[in-house]
């Protein structure tokens, strides 16, 4: 997500959230494309002919974007971070309301890096990865955080450490100790 324009959405994050109209209008078309990425890494984790598709999925989340109110943007990285845990609840919302009409709910746990690969219902291994992170973020929020920051937005390492106030370093430890609980979680 080092994409050029970095110094520039955030100037135009902190013109927005200070009223300026002209700078949302600005930002707009600058964050449209990385939001496009975003979406499209999440829906490549979706099962084939998914009634949600890249677009609708930013359209919903630039929708939630306008309705936020009071939020300080200080920074690129924090927008796009609120940005992924927008599409992260929408997606498994959409997941949920699937598994509840074809098969009752019910969820069957995965490793989470064989969740975009080889999981038959994508829907089932992201609500069970949902699920292990909900109950991590209870026990871990900083680490869940990361978790959340490093494979549902994409962000780097040094972006996570921005967003987190933390080092890189920690963010690499929380991403190591996240991982191996998480992959604990999801084999059982």
Do not use: C, H
């Amino acid at each position: 997500m080092d994409a050029p324009g970095s110094a520039e959405v955030t100037v135009l994050l902190k013109a927005s959230s200070s009223g300026d109209r002209a700078a949302l209008d600005r930002l707009t078309p600058v964050v449209y494309e990385e939001l496009r990425r975003m979406a499209r890494r999440y829906m490549r984790k979706e099962r084939a002919g998914a009634t949600l598709q890249t677009t609708a999925l930013v359209n919903e989340v630039y929708l939630r974007l306008v309705d936020v109110k009071n939020v300080d943007w200080q920074q690129r990285a924090q927008f796009f971070a609120i940005s992924a845990q927008m599409m992260r609840r929408i997606l498994v919302d959409a997941a949920r309301a699937r598994g509840s009409r074809k098969r009752g709910g019910s969820a069957k746990r995965v490793n989470v890096d064989e969740v975009a690969v080889l999981s038959p219902q994508p829907e089932e291994s992201i609500m069970a990865l949902d699920e292990a992170l909900q109950a991590f973020a209870k026990l871990a929020p900083r680490q869940a955080k990361v978790v959340e920051l490093r494979y549902f937005a994409g962000l780097s390492e040094e972006e996570i450490a921005e967003v987190t106030k933390t080092t890189t370093r920690t963010v690499e430890r929380d991403w190591q100790f996240a991982r191996s609980w998480l992959m604990r979680e999801l084999s059982r």
